[in-house]
């Protein structure tokens, strides 16, 4: 028989225990606070989460958080977990400098090739511009044909 857990579904009642409750060899009981949000088939994001912020605060953030935004915490805590267990120094905020790196310079190339269209429209529709066309492209110069 399956339940439904706040969005976990795992079987209650059933031997295995949650993700959390497993490495913290510890009985998962109905009203577990990690079992909706770690699953037994997930238990590397239970790890990581543990390894970085530790159990215990885990537990506390989640009880203080209504039941509706606690997947959106989990989400976040997951993904912050991991990037601190890959990038220990700088965590999620080394990904966000790089990506705003990214975007300073992809903005900067944007800017010259909105620049160098600006100056190829003025060079075709100035008269100056189509006559210095005409003798950079190998026609006779001052005529136009």
Known sequence: MKESG???GR???????????KLLRR???QD???APYFPADEPQKFASVHKVFGA???NKMLQELPEHQRSDAVSSMVYEANARVRDPVYGCVGAISSLQQQIDTLQT????AQAEVVHMRMRQF???GAAS???TTGGVSGKLI
């Open 109 to 112: 190339q944007l800017a010259l």
């Open 11 to 21: 079987k209650y009642g059933a031997l295995s225990p949650c993700a959390a409750c």
């Open 32 to 34: 577990c606070v990690f």
């Open 56 to 58: 215990s605060n885990v």
């Open 133 to 135: 066309a005409v003798t």
């Open 126 to 128: 100035s008269p100056e």
């Open 6 to 8: 706040g969005g976990g």
């Open 27 to 29: 009985r998962c009981t």
